[in-house]
């Protein structure tokens, strides 16, 4: 009896049991009771307390004690990589922000299961761009706040012929004439303004090339311009008389005119004097300085001396020019064709005529 207890004993003392791992990764290492194990395929152990460790780099080691109770056991083990975490932020607006090249949101949380050096990019139009390169170290936690970006300027140039003309961007005047100036990437509302000119008004882009704008002004057309002055004819019948001119310029090229005539001949005690009605087209400009016009008369006089007193009313075809002085200073130059009709009958006269209109 004594013999068989003692058998017993020692086969229990003897026996060994099966330990199973399922490793998740599967070569991960393993530690039993501080030894490692070379092959884990097979674990016998017998009945008792053991301290298991499973270790692998980049993740969270297992450490936990088991027991070993007259039976086999297994036992999955599923290691936590260890995760880096990582947070940008941007106080540039409207911009993007991408890591190796994929998009991701601002303040957006974004994990790492492996250490790396990633390539972080923040873009936005007309703006330098944010590149830099940054280590993620796993355990770690990171807030990165990227730079102010910059405005990237760019040359404009404005190219005109008129050196007193306004020019603005944006209502703000920055020079007269011509000019360059370095703006930052934007839409800028340009406008040209000069006394006598229709406005210049665009919108330009400055993006990632110079800009060059080259203007031209149209002058606006005179509605209205009085003008007044003297003149003197001398006629193949007439004789020489003085006048005095009235004109109206309409728009640009049209004239109206309306000249008083008034003559003493001392030698026959006779009077001469009316109105004329006149209008012209200029048709040959030089340079804004020569104008020749083509015109058409109206002629309302009245002939009087100690016998005879008729009036003398008439129809003349003119060619004239004008050769401008100073800017509302002109001299008149004028061959005039006209043909007279009287009491009883009718005459052609031809005359010369200078004078000298000023313009309000």
Not at 108 to 120: A, G, H, R, V
């Amino acid at each position: 009896m004594k013999a068989i207890l003692i058998f017993f004993l020692f086969t229990n003392i003897l026996h060994s049991y099966n330990l199973k791992i399922n490793l998740v990764p599967s070569d991960s290492k393993v530690m039993i009771n501080n030894k490692i194990l070379s092959d884990t395929s097979k674990i016998d152990l017998k009945e008792g307390q053991y301290q298991l460790k499973v270790c692998k780099n980049n993740y969270q080691c297992y450490d936990k004690k088991f027991w070993i109770i007259d039976k086999d056991i297994a036992l999955n083990i599923n290691l936590l990589p260890i995760q880096a975490t990582l947070v940008i932020t941007s106080d540039n607006i409207n911009s993007m922000v991408l890591i190796d090249g994929k998009k991701i949101e601002k303040g957006e949380l974004i994990k790492f299961d492996s250490s790396k050096t990633i390539n972080i990019k923040e873009k936005k139009d007309y703006y330098a761009e944010n590149n830099l390169k940054f280590k993620i170290d796993l355990g770690q936690t990171y807030h990165l706040n990227l730079p102010k970006m910059q405005n990237i300027k760019k040359l404009l140039t404005i190219n005109g012929k008129y050196p007193k003309a306004s020019i603005r961007l944006n209502g703000k005047e920055i020079c007269k004439g011509n000019c360059k100036k370095s703006l930052k990437f934007g839409k800028y509302n340009l406008s040209i303004l000069k006394d006598g000119y229709f406005p210049y008004e665009k919108e330009i882009n400055i993006t990632n090339k110079n800009l060059i704008v080259n203007y031209k002004l149209i002058k606006k057309p005179k509605a209205l311009q009085l003008g007044t002055g003297i003149s003197y004819l001398y006629g193949r019948l007439l004789g020489g008389f003085p006048e005095l001119n009235i004109e109206l310029k309409l728009k640009s090229k049209i004239n109206f005119k309306f000249d008083l005539i008034y003559v003493v001949n001392f030698s026959n005690d006779s009077e001469y004097y009316g109105v004329v009605l006149g209008s012209s087209y200029d048709v040959f400009r030089y340079n804004k300085i020569l104008n020749i016009y083509l015109g058409m008369d109206l002629i309302f006089s009245k002939y009087i001396d100690d016998t005879t007193e008729y009036l003398e009313n008439g129809i003349g075809l003119n060619l004239g020019g004008y050769i401008k002085i100073i800017d509302k200073l002109r001299v008149n130059l004028e061959l005039t064709n006209r043909l007279h009709y009287m009491y009883n009958s009718k005459f052609y006269d031809v005359l010369g005529k200078i004078g000298l209109i000023y313009y309000f």
